[in-house]
Nanobody, 126 residues
Framework: QVHLVQSGGGLVQAGGSLRLSCEAS????????MGWFRQAPGNEREFVAT????????YYADSAKGRFTISRDHTKNTLYLQMNSLTPEDTAVYYC???????????????????WGKGTLVTVSS
């Protein structure tokens, strides 16, 4: 079992920045692609950004391109999402996700996700 513990999030004004973190623990954590998803009230959970195990491949939703950066630190077993130029449309619960022996491309489909974090609320005020 892999446990994903999220931190970060909160309330920020439009134009501001936040960084989300997700620390993985539990079984040996190798060959896991990871990603961030978000879910706004009344909407389905949607892909935001994903990253391969090596970190060399990343994918971003169009809404995140140019503003968000996904990264990971293997020494800390931690995934990050740096979010800049936030807008009220970014308001949502953000979830960390992981799937073993898969690609950053594949994990964009939430049906491939094996493990989810509990979510953290990001609220952007106008």
């Amino acid at each position: 079992q892999v446990h994903l513990v999220q931190s970060g999030g909160g309330l920020v004004q439009a134009g501001g920045s936040l960084r989300l973190s997700c620390e993985a623990s539990g079984r040996p954590f190798t060959n896991y692609a990871m990603g961030w998803f978000r879910q706004a009230p009344g909407n389905e959970r949607e892909f935001v950004a994903t990253i391969s195990w090596s970190g060399s491949n990343t994918y971003y939703a169009d809404s995140a391109k140019g503003r968000f950066t996904i990264s990971r630190d293997h020494t800390k077993n931690t995934l990050y999402l740096q979010m800049n130029s936030l807008t009220p449309e970014d308001t949502a619960v953000y979830y960390c996700a992981a799937a073993g022996f898969t690609t950053a491309q594949a994990i964009r489909d939430r049906r491939t996700v094996e493990y989810w974090g509990k979510g953290t609320l990001v609220t952007v005020s106008s």
